[in-house]
């Protein structure tokens, strides 16, 4: 069974930083890509960004690449969301999830194992 923790999140003013990280059970960077969602009050679930099984692809949601980086430590089985200038409207739970699409994919139902996210909130 597939175990994911996320931590990091907190309040950050507008123009922060914040480093996310999701400890995950097992050798999971070997079976599965991961990726992260967000979901705000009120919105559907909206994809962040993702990994690849082998690393070598990463995708990121639209207008995010640039602010957002997606990285992982395979010794440390730790995935990363590393998000610069942000922004009020990054407000929101943030998921780390696993999925057997080892390409890697932007839609939440390709997503096996989901962990139980992390608040973060962008004051203006």
């Known amino acids: 069974q597939v175990q994911l923790v996320e931590s990091g999140g907190g309040l950050v003013q507008a123009g922060g930083s914040l480093r996310l990280s999701c400890a995950a059970s097992?050798?999971?960077?070997?079976?599965?890509?991961m990726g992260w969602f967000r979901q705000a009050p009120g919105k559907e679930r909206e994809f962040v960004a993702a990994f690849s099984w082998t690393g070598d692809n990463t995708l990121y949601g639209d207008s995010l690449k640039g602010r957002f980086t997606i990285s992982r430590d395979s010794a440390k089985n730790t995935l990363y969301l590393q998000m610069n200038s942000l922004k009020p409207e990054d407000t929101a739970i943030y998921y780390c999830?696993?999925?057997?699409?080892?390409?890697?994919?932007?839609?939440?139902?390709?997503?096996?194992?989901w962990g139980q996210g992390t608040q973060v909130t962008v004051s203006s």
């Open positions: 999830a696993a999925s057997n699409n080892l390409h890697g994919s932007r839609t939440t139902n390709d997503y096996n194992f």
């Open positions: 097992g050798r999971i960077f070997r079976s599965y890509a």
